[in-house]
């Protein structure tokens, strides 16, 4: 059966961006993958995270997997730092990976901002750890959003290159599912800016914690334009904020943009930003609550997590030891 890895950063609480472009196609893929869902911890402490939040937040992104309804029995959810494989092969990859790949990493450049002298040596080769995420498991599918197809492309790249000078075809080349309505929900206060966890504005985002009042004014406060919803996809293409709601709405209906643009078309914003509180606070609350029964629990978490280790260990041993060997390390 073909293996599914993939990760969420516990950097901040899960967005509604998460859960659309990822999580939830989780959920889907479930039963036709053999899959491993990972809290990339140590992709994490790439920029500075205080040590209890970051352990709360790993505990969060776990808890928002379960209750999405990501099976921890039939899958393997756990947390990087415990799996000590993803260094050992991070390393390897650091040796394989290119400079000049590297500095062609538009999240790099995003994320070190102006001063890229005070950016942390691990976000720069950040990419080369998730692709030893990915291949510690040859992994042969990674569905993500579409802000990581450039790191999946290099992980391909890093994987050939492997290969290539091993003259061993260790690696699969991992292919990006990117699918769906939502695979880049964007700013609610800027149609040109991703939604995401880090934004220092709360109200560019919905959180999956958020209750109803939250996710209300966050969706009334969402920057719009003066005109009433468009009425066809081609109308959306020039109004960046508009279409994202709109987006929004469709994926957490499972419809089509078109089908909005069908629905709503003519109507005012204010009107469907009330049906589109609607849908979100129908689909979210049951997971938000759910998310809190297991953030009430931390110890059934974390044995969640430990299982979820101790089989990631065995998955990635073998594949390790075969690297090494390939590497030319003395095994004892
Ligand atoms: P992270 O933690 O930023 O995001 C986790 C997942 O959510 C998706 N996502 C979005 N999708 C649509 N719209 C958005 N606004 C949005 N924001 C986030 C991301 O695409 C991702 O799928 N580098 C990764 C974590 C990682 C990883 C891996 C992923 C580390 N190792 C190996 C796959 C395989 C990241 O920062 O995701």
Redo the contacts with the bound molecule.
């Keep these: 059966m073909d293996r599914i ?5 516990p ?1 901040g609480n899960l ?4 859960y ?4 939830r196609n989780w959920v889907k893929l479930q039963n036709d993958y053999e899959c491993i869902f ?1 809290v ?1 911890d140590m ?1 994490a402490i790439t920029v500075w995270q205080d040590p209890e939040s970051l352990r709360r937040a790993t505990r969060e992104v776990a808890a928002g997997m379960l209750a999405s309804g990501v099976d921890p029995k039939r899958n393997i959810i756990f947390n ?1 730092s415990s799996v000590s494989g993803h260094a050992e092969l991070g390393w390897i990859f650091n040796c394989v990976a290119r400079l000049g790949w590297l500095n062609r990493m538009t ?1 790099f450049k995003e994320k070190a901002g102006k001063h890229k002298e005070n950016a942390s040596c691990g976000l720069y080769v ?1 990419p080369n ?2 692709a030893a ?2 291949l510690l498991y040859k992994a042969t599918h ?7 197809k450039q ?2 492309e290099l ?1 391909r790249d890093i994987a050939q290159k492997f290969n290539n000078d091993f003259g061993k075809e260790v690696f699969p080349l991992p292919d990006p599912m990117i699918f769906g309505t ?5 700013s609610l206060r800027d149609g040109t800016k ?4 880090s934004d220092p504005s709360e109200y560019s985002r919905i959180g999956m914690t958020d209750d109803a009042d939250t996710i209300a004014l966050k969706i009334r406060k969402a920057k719009t334009d003066p005109q009433p919803v468009p009425e066809t996809v081609e109308a959306c293409e020039d109004r960046a904020e508009a279409k994202n709601l709109m987006n929004i709405y469709a994926a957490l209906s499972d419809l089509e943009l078109k089908d909005v643009c069908a629905q709503y078309g003519g109507q005012s914003f204010a009107d469907f930003k009330k049906a589109l509180t609607e849908v979100a606070v129908d689909k979210l609350s049951p997971i938000s609550q759910e998310m809190q029964r297991y953030m009430d629990d931390p110890a059934q978490v974390d044995a969640i997590l430990h299982d979820g280790s101790e089989r990631a260990r065995a998955l990635a041993e073998p594949v390790l030891k075969e690297v090494k060997e390939v590497v030319g390390f003395l095994q004892p």
């Design positions: 890895f993939s990760g969420v950063q950097s967005t509604l961006g998460n659309l472009g990822a999580i990972c990339v992709h990087q999240q950040y750890l998730m995420d990915i990674v569905p993500v959003g579409d802000d990581q790191h999946l992980a939502a695979t880049r929900v964007m991703k939604m995401s966890k």
